[in-house]
C-alpha cells in the first residue's frame, strides 16, 4: 500500500468514499448501477480498509446519512451519467473524456460500441493507485481507454490533444463530482476549455453546488458523519461564490439543463427523497446537461 498518498488524503480520499458508495450498491438486490471493481479500490488504500463495501456492513442501513442517504444519492448519480454517457455514444460520439476520473471504472464496466476512446483525466497518484489494483486484478477495459495525470486547476487541454483526442470529433464530457472542489477561476477555465475543445454533436454533464456557504449544507449530516470517517467535506469544497457555467454555455450556444437529484429519483424509483428537515445539503446539487448542436 506504500505511495497511494494520492488517495490517502484530500480530494483523493473523496475518491475512495464514492468507490465505498458504489461497491455498497452494487451489492443491492436493486443496484441502480453495478461496479465490481470499486470494493478493490477500498480495502487497497490504508485510509478506508474499515469502511463499508456490503449493504450488511452499515450499521443503520438507509438510514445512515454517509453511507445510507449519500450513498444512494452517489448510486443514482454513477447511473444517471452511465446512461448519459451511453445515450451519447449511441448517438455517434466515440470520445469520451471524464474530468476527475476518480476511481471510477467506467472503461471496463460500461458496453462501448466499437471505435469508442475513454480519456480519463486526473490526478497522476490517483491514477497510477487506480492503475496498479486494476493490474492486480487483471482486468481489460472495453474500450481503448488513455489516461492523463494532470491537475484539472491548471492547464490540461495540451495535454489531452497530445494524447489523440480530436477536437473536431463529436465527445462527451463528463466532470463527475468535480466542480465542487475547483476555485471559481478554475471552473470558469475548465468550460472554456470544454468548449473550444467541442465539435458540433458534443455534449458535457457536471455536478454543482449551490450555497456551499449556508447553513442547509454546513450543519448537514452528511458532513458530520462524513468527518467520522475522517474525511471533512466541507474543509475540501470551494467556498467561492459558484459562476454560473449553465449560463455560461448556454451564451457560448450550447443548449443546458439543469436538474435535482431528486428528478431522477422519481424516475428510478430509488434513490435519495427531500428531507424535510431544514439541513438537507443534497436539496444544494445541482445536475447540469449541455450539448452543442
Not at 127 to 132: P, S
Not at 179 to 185: E, I, K, V
Amino acid at each position: 500500500m506504500a505511495g497511494d498518498t494520492g488517495v490517502e488524503e484530500g480530494v483523493g480520499l473523496t475518491a475512495l468514499m464514492v468507490a465505498a458508495a458504489r461497491a455498497i450498491e452494487t451489492h443491492r438486490h436493486d443496484a441502480l448501477a453495478r461496479d465490481v471493481y470499486a470494493e478493490h479500490f477500498v480495502r487497497a488504500a490504508r485510509a478506508s480498509a474499515g469502511w463499508p463495501i456490503r449493504p450488511h456492513q452499515v450499521p443503520d442501513g438507509d438510514a445512515d446519512p454517509l453511507w445510507g442517504r449519500l450513498g444512494r444519492y452517489f448510486g443514482l448519480r454513477t447511473r444517471v451519467l452511465d446512461d448519459f454517457l451511453l445515450s451519447q455514444v449511441r448517438d455517434g460520439a466515440r470520445q469520451v473524456v471524464l474530468l476527475g476520473a476518480g476511481l471510477d471504472t467506467r472503461a471496463y464496466r460500461l458496453d462501448w460500441p466499437p471505435g469508442c476512446t475513454v480519456f480519463e483525466v486526473d490526478q497522476e497518484d490517483v491514477l497510477a493507485f487506480k492503475d496498479r489494483v486494476l493490474a492486480g486484478l487483471r482486468a481489460t477495459p472495453k474500450a481503448e481507454r488513455v489516461t492523463i495525470g494532470a491537475d484539472l486547476r491548471l492547464e490540461w487541454a495540451k495535454a489531452l490533444t497530445g494524447a489523440g483526442f480530436d477536437p473536431a470529433a463529436p465527445a462527451a464530457w463528463l466532470a463527475e463530482g468535480l466542480l465542487l472542489y475547483l476555485p471559481r477561476a478554475a471552473e470558469r477555465a475548465l468550460i472554456e476549455a470544454v468548449d473550444g475543445l467541442s465539435a458540433a454533436g458534443s455534449a458535457l454533464a457536471y455536478e454543482i453546488k449551490l450555497g456551499v456557504e449556508s447553513a442547509a449544507v454546513r450543519e448537514s449530516s452528511i458532513y458530520s458523519a462524513a468527518r467520522r470517517t475522517g474525511i471533512d467535506l466541507l474543509v475540501l469544497f470551494d467556498g467561492d461564490p459558484r459562476p454560473d457555467s449553465a449560463a455560461d454555455l448556454t451564451a457560448r450556444g450550447w443548449g443546458t439543463s439543469v436538474h435535482t437529484a431528486f428528478e431522477f429519483t422519481r424516475r428510478h424509483g430509488r434513490g435519495p427523497h427531500p428531507e424535510p428537515e431544514q439541513h438537507d445539503a443534497l436539496a444544494a446539487n445541482r445536475w447540469v446537461f449541455a450539448g452543442r448542436p
